[in-house]
DNA sequence: AAGGGCCACAACCGCCAATGG
DNA sequence: GCCATTGGCGGTTGTGGCCCT
């Protein structure tokens, strides 16, 4: 059985969203809100849109609280550091930075951030259309524990505990407390990888997305809080996703629970290894990560020498 | 100046999960 | 428990503007 389309397509406008499109929009949302049916919303705002075109207009460009823009150096070390941790978790990652949409982060890291990886790990290759690993990963041995010195742990032994793609839950504890008060004087390129090396990634910190106050992604809220939709249009006053920081390790306990399932794809024996061990990925599972995920430039020499190499 | 290629961004598409009847 | 509807998300595409030749 086929699925119902949203809408009516042949009645509905496509393309570029005009002035006075925006502006209906705008006017019928501050007016009465969405009343929670997206569907409905353009009829009544007198729009011959989707509902669901509506929607994404309204949170990733109409929706106050929006900055639009150059994205800061501390933005990009807070993408980096979660892509290399969930990966293309696109309303994970904005969630912990105020005012962007995942859509803009998406289009960021596609257009702009990749690249400028890429261009760091291009400056000195070892031989022509390779690139070293950088040492991150070298430091990564299997038996590295997270006590190491070693800025981001590594275990071997856990190698289901993060699978590439697998959804994380809002508990998922990424840990960069450090992050945002990082080494800001890093040069304008940075990989993944170095992103890895300065930042810590454990335990001890807690996303907000999903569960916490904040919209996630393209401004798109979790259900589970759609009391908060409509009074809430932005991020209120986070600043930099630290208000999350407050949010203590037992946090993660209470919230794994309730999530593990929320988030598609976590089995019971993924839960458990959460719980074990939240992020102390594997040096295969790190490499899988970024082999398999949209930042598919890099690919890693199957070697034991942790040599990362990139084909372009 | 023209046009071809590239880039950035907005918007769309399709799938999945949640929810309610 | 089943099914239809809706919302949310990530991947992909379309398009306009800029740059280079």
Not at 30 to 45: F, R, S, V
Not at 117 to 144: D, R
């Amino acid at each position: 059985m086929g699925r119902a389309p949203c809408c009516d397509k042949a009645n509905v406008k496509k393309g570029p969203w005009s002035p006075e499109e925006d502006e209906k929009l705008r006017e019928y949302i501050e007016k009465h809100g969405t009343g929670g049916n997206w569907i409905a919303l353009p009829q009544k705002a007198g729009l011959k849109r989707c509902g669901k075109s509506c929607r994404l207009r309204w949170l990733n460009y109409l929706r106050p609280n929006l900055k639009h823009g150059e994205f800061s150096e501390d933005e990009d070390r807070i993408i980096c550091t979660l892509f290399a941790s969930i990966g293309s978790r696109w309303s994970i990652i904005a969630s912990q930075l105020p005012g962007r949409t995942d859509n803009d982060i998406k289009n960021y890291w596609n257009t702009k951030l990749k690249k400028k990886m890429m261009g760091v790990n291009n400056s000195a290759p070892k031989k022509p259309h390779q690139v070293t690993l950088s040492p991150m990963l070298q430091n990564s041995a299997p038996s590295s524990s997270s006590s190491s010195s070693s800025p981001i742990s590594f275990k071997n032994n856990h190698n289901s505990c993060y699978q590439p793609h697998v959804p994380m839950t809002t508990s998922e504890s990424i840990s960069y407390s450090t992050l945002l008060s990082g080494n800001s004087s890093s040069t304008s390129a940075y990989s993944t990888f170095e992103c890895l090396q300065n930042y810590q990634v454990n335990s001890a910190f807690i996303l907000g997305g999903e569960t916490s106050c904040s919209s996630s992604s393209d401004g798109s809220y979790n259900n589970k809080i759609s009391h908060v939709k409509e009074a809430e249009f932005g991020h209120g006053d986070q600043i930099g996703g630290l208000s999350y920081l407050s949010s203590g390790v037992e946090d993660t306990q209470k919230l794994m629970p309730s999530n593990a399932g929320r988030v598609s794809g976590w089995t019971g024996e993924q839960s458990r290894l959460w719980e074990e061990s939240p992020l102390d990925y594997g040096l295969e599972e790190i490499k899988q990560l970024i082999s398999t995920s949209s930042c598919n430039n890099f690919m890693f020499d199957d070697s034991k020498t942790a040599e990362m190499v990139m084909y372009y």
